[in-house]
């Protein structure tokens, strides 16, 4: 790389690049301490979430490093806006290859700052460390919300619906057509797709919304069958999903069609950042009030039962066969 950033130290790279993100929030410091406050107001509880993400795997190497920042601290949003919490703010630590460039470094800040703005989040700190690998991020974010309110995985029952938020399957096409060699273009849809998969849309707002209206929820990011059967192993019961119920987008079917085996690679592709959740039946009309005062798209795919796993099924009721049910880390 080009524009070495090897004449800054850790500390120099700190003030100059990371500490204006820091502007925001008053128990950072400026990041001239050791650690940072957090104040609480009564009756409010922190929620914390983390992610590492490493290049290579959740991003390309030479993907634009505003979009790798603001992918790195999205993931995180959707996690504490599937349990409810209103963002606060974040930590940042990065482990940064010793010739990386100083305009990547900017760039990513700069990414950050976009998502700062928009989302009302601040950096409290983190670390910096140098490697002879690739670059690897961690962010651990924190929210806020009132004391005991949490929307967990383990709170659905038998005869809520299970719903899910946006379109499913757009990001793992992206990434698909990402990884093809053979393409040297893309159409205005496949750039669609290929955004979806690096800058996802974390349903903060709707998130809110949905707390203590929600029985259970969480973030699909490994996949929607794959985190449907987090849900249904947390609250102990069985979840059928409908596969002509998973909602495709128009990007999606363009590229690939709707076939059954493409829907199945679209519910068990991952990197979707939707929130899967579930809820009473009697709560379908307060949803559709919430989803479109959220302007967040609502789509009801299937039933809590009693039982064990979840299944994906056919119009006619009938089980169909998956070989697999999301990504696998290891």
Known sequence: MTNSRSKL???????????????????????????????LEPGQE??????????????????????????SLRVNLSDLAAKGAKPEGYLLSLALPHDIAADWISSFAEGLAEDQREFGVALFGGDTTATNGSVTISITAFGMLPSGSMTKRSGAKPGDIVFVTGTIGDAAKGLSLLRDQTKASYTATERALIRRYRLPEPRVAFGQKIRGVATAALDVSDGLVADVEHIADASRVRMTVGISMIPLSDHRRRTSGASESEIIAAATGGDDYEIAFAAPADKRAVIQKLAEETRTPVNEIGRVEVGEGVSLVGDDGSEIAILHKGYKHF
């Open 9 to 39: 130290g850790e500390f120099d790279l700190i003030a100059k690049y990371f500490a204006p993100l820091a502007a925001g929030a008053p128990g950072a410091f400026g990041l001239k301490d050791d650690a940072a406050t957090i104040a």
């Open 46 to 71: 922190l929620v914390v979430t983390t992610d590492l993400l490493s290049a290579g795997i959740h991003f390309f190497p030479g993907d634009p490093p505003e979009l790798i920042a603001r992918k």
